[in-house]
Nanobody, 125 residues
Framework: QVQVVESGGGLVQAGGSLRLSCTAS????????MGWFRQAPRMEREFVAA????????RYADSVKGRFTISRDNAKNMVSLQMNSLKPEDTAVYYC??????????????????WGQGTQVSVSS
């Protein structure tokens, strides 16, 4: 049974940092793209960041570029999201996703096969 579990969310003041982690189990994920998405109240789920299987390819939403960094450790089936200079508009539930094999689908909210339950990130002003 495949499981994707996020951790590391919390409450932080604007300008602060948080690090999200995602651990996947039940199969190997070293040959698929993994990504982070977020969903704020009354908003659609949106793409945040994605990383290729070797870790050399990354993509970011314009809204987080330069502030967030995605990384992965294939030996641990883990992907992380370092979030710096957080803003109140970053407040959302953050989801880890895995399973896309085509880089052209890395930003798609409907193409990933596996999703975590989400972790809440709240940024106060």
């Amino acid at each position: 049974q495949v499981q994707v579990v996020e951790s590391g969310g919390g409450l932080v003041q604007a300008g602060g940092s948080l690090r999200l982690s995602c651990t996947a189990s039940g199969r190997t994920f070293s040959n698929v793209i993994m990504g982070w998405f977020r969903q704020a109240p009354r908003m659609e789920r949106e793409f945040v960041a994605a990383i290729g299987w070797a870790g050399s390819l990354t993509r970011y939403a314009d809204s987080v570029k330069g502030r967030f960094t995605i990384s992965r450790d294939n030996a641990k089936n883990m992907v992380s999201l370092q979030m710096n200079s957080l803003k109140p508009e970053d407040t959302a539930v953050y989801y880890c996703a895995a399973g896309v094999t085509s880089w052209s689908l890395a930003m798609s909210t409907t193409s990933y096969n596996y999703w975590g339950q989400g972790t809440q990130v709240s940024v106060s002003s």
